[in-house]
Nanobody, 121 residues
């Protein structure tokens, strides 16, 4: 069964960095096109970064210039490099991807369990 597992969250000070990982297993997953979302209690889930099959990447205005989405197909793992973190980046982060063949969608059928990122001021 296809599965996504995030890791790499934690507590970091303002200005610090974290790299989230999203490991795919149990099926033929596509990480060439995938999304990273985040959510805080009482708020709508926010799309923060997206990667498309042609290599294009998109970022929300709130993270543009600070976050980088990437993937390593050989390792079946996607990443979200988060730099210059701010307290408002505190959230649970989710990776979102689909199965093969790769297509570009706004939302994919598979979700990870989420990883908590907390940025202290």
């Amino acid at each position: 069964q296809a599965r996504l597992v995030e890791s790499g969250g934690g507590l970091v000070q303002t200005g610090g960095s974290l790299r989230l990982s999203c490991a795919a297993s149990g099926g033929t997953m596509c990480l060439s096109s995938m999304n990273w979302y985040r959510q805080t209690p009482g708020k709508e889930r926010e799309l923060v970064a997206a990667k498309q099959t042609g290599g294009a990447t998109h970022y929300s205005d709130s993270v543009k210039g600070r976050f980088i989405i990437s993937s390593d197909n050989a390792k079946n793992t996607a990443y979200l490099q988060m730099n210059s973190l701010k307290p408002e980046d505190t959230a649970v982060y989710y990776c979102n991807a689909g199965g093969a063949p790769c297509t570009d969608l706004r939302e994919y059928p598979y979700w990870g369990q989420g990883t908590q990122v907390t940025v202290s001021s």
